[in-house]
């Protein structure tokens, strides 16, 4: 019986490495996946001000497309250039894992509370890291927390600069 939404997240909020290998297994939770990224993004939108419906909109597929090129760049990195002799992932596998890790992010809609904005973001981002490393961990099969922290970095600055690229070229129509 799959497991449901809401109990996955708080599994991955409380950084169940179980749970990061149970998505990591599931084609089935890509989908699940996907909301937890997409949940997270609107509670950001909403959470620092969000300026209208299109906002949202754009905010949660940005945040989709980061999600992936995030993972892919995750997945490409632990695989390729810093593999342990266990690892062994698809992009599948990390996407999922990776998407659940952002179940954090929605305590960010805690910023719509006058003085919060700052401490839910910050907190929230926090939190979010941490749960990167630990479903990065899993999902590659690392036996080192430090590789899986030095993978995440990477491929966060690198899809960093991308989508901040993309945006600037959006921006300039």
């Known amino acids: 019986m799959p497991t449901g939404l809401g109990e996955r997240m708080v599994r991955a909020a409380r950084l169940d490495p ?22 997270a993004a609107l509670a950001a939108g909403l959470g620092g001000g969000g300026h209208g419906p299109g906002a949202l909109l754009v905010g949660a ?3 989709l497309g980061a999600w992936y090129l995030w993972a892919f760049l995750i997945y490409w990195i632990g695989t390729r250039l810093l593999p342990e002799p266990g690892t062994q992932a698809d992009h599948g596998q990390v996407l999922r894992a990776v998407g659940f890790a952002a179940a954090p992010g929605v ?59 993309l945006l600037a070229l959006l921006g300039r129509r």
């Open 18 to 39: 179980h749970l990061y290998e149970e998505v990591e297994a599931d084609p089935a939770a890509t989908r699940q996946a996907a909301l937890v990224v997409v949940l």
């Open 61 to 63: 597929v940005v945040a």
């Open 107 to 165: 305590l960010r809609v805690l910023g719509i509370v006058p003085g919060l904005r700052g401490l839910a973001f910050l907190v929230g981002g926090v939190w979010m890291l941490v749960a990167t490393v630990v479903a990065v961990r899993q999902a590659l099969d690392y036996r080192s927390t430090a590789r899986a922290v030095a993978v995440s970095a990477v491929g966060w600055l690198v899809q960093a600069v991308v989508v901040v690229l």
